[in-house]
């Protein structure tokens, strides 16, 4: 799901509980954390080694927390 698509999907919530829709139905519900638990899990990776290399340049530059 792309930022268009989290966008999109955000303001049509919006709308829903403007117009009186209430909140998400809980398959709509589900389905929301279901994405963002994938994405929290396709970013691990990233952050992992963003991370790593952090702590590798602090132990360097003698900035190690």
């Known amino acids: 799901m792309g930022f268009l698509d989290k966008l999109l999907g955000r303001s049509r919530q919006v709308m829903g509980d ?3 829709g209430g909140s998400l139905n809980p398959e709509q ?3 929301q954390q279901a994405e963002a638990a994938k994405q929290r899990a396709e ?16 132990r360097v530059e003698g900035t190690d927390r």
């Open 18 to 20: 403007v117009a009186g």
């Open 43 to 58: 970013s691990a990776p990233d952050n992992a080694q963003a991370r790593a290399e952090r702590d590798a340049q602090n």
């Open 29 to 31: 519900a589900v389905q």
